[in-house]
């Protein structure tokens, strides 16, 4: 039988017709991509709400885990796991999503030592979401903040380490891919929170890494006057006020210096949804975003690196597909405003 191109491409375009004007979470005849427990410092810059509330609207993906991890004491206290519980629990709310997903606290506190450790209250909940039998689904640990209750269930369980895979935003810059920026912390920052867990994941763990170091997590740089256009949805709106809720608390810190006016906002968390959610349906792996491929280095105890040529090897992204993820992000938000 001879092949009618213009009656496959008509007959094609009229199905595509009436799947575009479906909801964009009705969708569920696919099977998700991907697990991802998420973990972040929610209650500290707002760049980790903007991550949650993307990576919640993405189908790809099922997110059977919330962790609220902790901060630098100096800004957030004694209780920022709680706080960071918090303001998940807030944008599940502006997003309808109260008691969809299951919600716990990290520690408040950074790990000591190995041997002085004390379980969280996601320790149990990680290893049991790691240890399932019953889903073939890839699990991913998209970790935002610092790695301690990553590193608290592996120090409970280390079979964990070969059943899920880390993609973890922090870290600095590898010697030989790029520099530091002008002015940076001796140890970046998110290594900072906890430099013994990353120690024990970097170094004694054997779970696979996906690193967005410094360099990479800094290029997410996203327009304020964008911002600005999303106010009218409920989501864009709530993130808008945690933005500007951050910045006057910042002016409060004693010697924090003040923020001089911006165009731009660094968004550096969104590299979780891209390498996790955004994926293709075929052969589903971060294609748009570039990096290269090393042995696992020993981190030292100065927050740098210290090669090492036996190590298993990891994924050190330098590009990451900022067009991609900030187009679906917008326009996710858009169109959550115009369903709610």
């Not at 001089?260 to 075929?282: E, F, H, K, N, Y």
Request: net charge neutral; glycine share 8%; with cysteine.
């Amino acid at each position: 039988m001879a092949f009618d191109r213009r009656r496959f491409l008509g007959a094609a375009t009229a199905s595509l017709g009436v799947t575009l004007a479906a909801p964009l979470l009705a969708d569920r005849r696919h099977p998700p991509i991907a697990r991802v427990i998420v973990d972040n410092d929610f209650a500290g810059d707002p760049d980790g709400l903007f991550q949650l509330a993307h990576h919640l609207l993405c189908r790809s993906v099922e997110i059977p885990l919330l962790i609220g991890s902790h901060l630098p004491p100096q800004f957030g206290g004694a209780t920022s796991a709680t706080a960071a519980v918090a303001k998940v629990r807030a944008l599940l709310e502006v997003m309808g999503r109260t008691g969809q997903h299951r919600v716990v606290e990290g520690s408040q506190t950074a790990i000591v030592s190995p041997d002085r450790r004390q379980p969280s209250p996601a320790t149990a909940a990680i290893i049991a979401e790691a240890m399932r039998t019953d889903v073939s689904t890839p699990l991913f640990y998209a970790a935002g903040g610092g790695l301690t209750d990553l590193a608290l269930a592996w120090l409970a369980e280390p079979r964990i380490a070969r059943r899920l895979r880390l993609v973890w935003i922090g870290g600095p810059e590898h010697p030989g891919i790029a520099v530091p920026p002008p002015g940076a912390d001796k140890i970046e920052f998110n290594l900072s929170l906890d430099p013994v867990a990353a120690e024990l994941v970097f170094n004694r763990a054997d779970i696979e890494i996906w690193q967005v170091p410094r360099d990479a997590y800094r290029a997410m740089l996203f327009p304020r006057d964008a911002l600005s256009e999303l106010v009218d949805s409920p989501i864009g709106r709530f993130l808008a006020g945690e933005v500007d809720a951050m910045e006057a608390k910042l002016a409060t810190i004693p010697g924090f210096p003040p923020l001089p006016a911006s165009d731009v906002m660094i968004l550096g968390d969104s590299p979780l949804v891209t390498l996790t959610g955004l994926l293709p349906p075929l052969q589903p792996d971060p294609s748009s975003s570039r990096y290269v491929t090393i042995p696992t280095p020993m981190l030292t105890k100065e927050g740098g690196y210290r090669a090492r040529p036996q190590g298993r090897a990891m994924r050190v992204y330098t590009a990451i597909d900022t067009e991609l993820t900030f187009r679906d992000m917008t326009a996710k938000f858009r169109r959550f405003g115009n369903n709610a």
